[in-house]
């Protein structure tokens, strides 16, 4: 079983920089990307960025993207978000999951995504104004 790891939230001023980290245990065959997502407080859930473990492709939505950068580490089996410029709007949970959004076409595993397993806790990241 994989089981991924989320840490490195906190709480950060506004225009603050965070670096979360997701760590990878076991292995999978399967694994073809890694997806950042969030959670704002009474909103759903989205997926902000995507990273395939094959080539280290790397895509962000568009209000994250030049703030967020998604990287590997494949040496420490860990895949960082480097959030930097940060609003309050960023406020959230952070997870990661063994696989990106939907919206991210191949880089989307159904299994993965429906499976509780392959999804971290998730880490609080908090932005005061």
């Known amino acids: 079983q994989v089981q991924p790891v989320e840490s490195g939230g906190g709480l950060v001023q506004s225009g603050g920089s965070l670096r979360l980290s997701c760590l990878i245990s076991g292995f999978t065959l399967d694994l073809k990307s890694v997806g950042w997502y969030r959670q704002p407080p009474g909103k759903e859930r989205e997926g902000i960025s995507c990273?395939?473990?094959?080539?280290?492709?790397?895509y962000h939505l568009d209000y994250v993207k030049g703030r967020f950068t998604v990287s590997r580490d494949s040496a420490k089996n860990t895949v960082y978000l480097q959030m930097n410029s940060l609003k309050p709007d960023d406020t959230a949970v952070y997870y990661c999951a063994l696989t990106c959004s939907p919206r991210y076409g191949k880089y989307y595993n159904h299994d993965y995504y429906h499976n509780n397993d392959y999804w971290g806790h998730g880490t609080q990241v908090t932005v005061s104004s």
């Open positions: 990273i395939s473990t094959s080539d280290g492709s790397t």
